[in-house]
């Protein structure tokens, strides 16, 4: 059983920055792709980023790209997502998400990850 915990949302104006982090416990970590991934209200859960945790390997939503940085840090089993120049469109409760299926590391399908944290709620003020 994979448990995972966001922290890191909140309140910050256009323009500004907040990390998220995602600690894992219950998995061996290394095994697994990790993404974050963010829904609103009525929306499905749109892919933002994903690291291999194997080799760093990072994928990026367009969205994001250039404003975003998803690492990991082995040893203390946590994911980050480091968002810049924040927009009030990236408003949106974020998530992190394990993905474990054979053959790749992430999907943009929300749906392939295989656990989820209780999300984190980040707002954007214009």
């Known amino acids: 059983q994979v448990q995972l915990v966001e922290s890191g949302g909140g309140l910050v104006q256009a323009g500004g920055s907040l990390r998220l982090s995602c600690v894992a416990s219950g998995c061996t970590f290394s095994s697994y792709g990790m993404g974050w991934l963010r829904q609103t209200p009525g929306k499905e859960r749109e892919f933002a980023a994903a690291i291999r945790c194997s080799d760093a390997e990072t994928s990026y939503a367009d969205s994001v790209k250039g404003r975003f940085t998803i690492s990991r840090d082995h040893a203390k089993n946590t994911v980050y997502l480091q968002m810049n120049s924040l927009k009030p469109e990236d408003t949106a409760v974020y998530y992190c998400?394990?993905?474990?299926?054979?053959?790749?590391?992430?999907?943009?399908?929300?749906?392939?990850?295989?656990?989820w944290g209780q999300g984190t709620q980040v707002t954007v003020s214009s």
């Open positions: 998400a394990s993905y474990s299926r054979r053959g790749g590391w992430y999907s943009t399908d929300a749906r392939e990850y295989a656990y």
